[in-house]
């Protein structure tokens, strides 16, 4: 194998398949980077098992061939070398020659036929869309995933799409976030649940380019998200997901509009109250024109006020503020409508079209 | 104790005193800055019981006193204030209530009489010279103390004043590193050493300028660094320094001028070979236009050329990468001149005045 080409396209290729190298592994092999050339085309994989990530770099083929090379010594090397051409090399045994201006590296690397292959995708069930939309929307709901693996269901948010509409769900048994979208044409009806992980790691790839597409196709094992340069292969969680629409309540006693940023940043304020050991909730009271909010630890008491617009009862509710805080800072408006029935049920955030709808359960205040 | 100031200056102050706030200690109290209202003065101060420092904060006194607060959960408070005046008021329980536009905290402190109280310092024995100096100095000279406490006196760095002339002294064992310069009076003869830890801490305070000057005491026990709002007090460490004129010498074989970016660059760049339980030098060949620099680890093979003047004997010789590194980083010219002896004496770093020297022992690469 042998290959010659800028320092820039191939760092740019490393750190996107960077984020399909697993930490941890008991099969070595997937700690490297896997470098194939063939059909005059020069691909870098990565494959952690759950996510592969294949990415073309441009380049000029002088000899196809594979090999797989430690990721993080590789893409260690390439960072620092000066910014021309760079040839990669490879010989019988595998040895592997890095050349750059006068830097010479040779590196040990393996066969690349140890290396994984890619799961075969059928094309047949697709939809196309944004870069920008899809980096969006994940972006606004993976945060609302558990962590906890006891639950695999709610590790994973569901993609559900409805002819021309397509709904991102994600839960994790205090709160619920969803955003839909909708899409340039009928693609069909289909559900698929995508490990939070890897929608984590896909949204760093993704460039938020309006004018960039990307076709996600979906298969009984697998989903594919197809860029312009970069396939993302992920496992998918199989499995009936939650019924979601049960929980969603137009119902509600208080309806305020608050500026986003200034509630996002009083309750951030209180958060150096909060300890580990002692979580506390943020008390929010609303009455005609103002919201209050107070919060009182083992290490101090807070309190303060915004003004608001208001309709419906006065409320007094307490929140785990994370959670309060997670929505309004993946929110882009700037002033937010929330929802409340009482003290003890949901509230929603949500917009006029409801694009997006968040829940949150509220915590019990009556020994705050 | 009341007092008024900007959310900026409360904010300033305590950035600066954060710097001796131990991350940990038995003694609680030191956990906590101290707030000093006296003399129409708003004063905070730190101690970790080896460095002190105290720092003035502009601000209206409405009633004097003091009192200790947790640094953390303080600074991380006032980090997240609305930009706009503060009031601090404690009451005769030491509760202490932050106020600020909306907001209010409620924090539980501590007498500040329970705060050590600072060492007095003699201001007889006293230099002056720029913070911008003084910050140059000590950077390019402490990234050579040892970190290893079984010998004391090599954490420390040597402060030796001669009349006019000031030299700072850093040594391990493997390398010394010394900066002089001179001073703009005679100010006597006096040689301090004063802890490294210190030192890092200190030039994290010095603003860089060239305007400011800072004073700096000697006494027996302590060492002060006296800014325009701010005294740093240092303990010192007692004994007697190491004897470095004898180990510093003029004689050369080969002699060599270099771009230190080049040079910088290229050591950097073989990092990624060198792993923690496997430490390999960097081999330096010079012949007559060029110096080859190699390496040889488990990991891989690298090598590259730097095109140099050079007069003297070739040599072939090895460093501890880091070393080369530390002072490549912290030189300030664009070329650097390097003199060496033989394979086994130590290679001297040093500019035309020996305004600064460094010199740095080799490695046996016999086996390399």
Redesign the interface.
Known sequence: MKIICSKANLLTGINIVLKAVPAKTTMTVLECILIKVDNDEIKLESNDMELAIETRIEGEVIEEGSIAINAK?FS??VR???DSDVTIESDRDNNTHINCD???????AREGDEFPALPVIQKDKKITLSELTLKDIIRQTVFSISDNENNVMMTGELFEITGNKLRVVALDGHRISIRKVDLRDNFGNYKVIVPGKALSEIIKILSGENSNDVNIYFSDKNVMFELSDTIILSRIIEGEYYKIDQMISNDFETHININKQQLL??I??A???VKETDKKPIIIGIDDSNISLKMNTQ????????NITKDGKDILIGFNPKFIMDVLKNIDDESIDIYLINSKAPCFIKNKDESYIYLILPVNISNN
């Open positions: 010594i260690d090397i620092k070398l000066p006068n830097v010479n590296f040779n590196i040990p940043n009083s951030d304020r958060m150096p109250l290490i101090g008491k807070y309190e303060d006020s915004i």
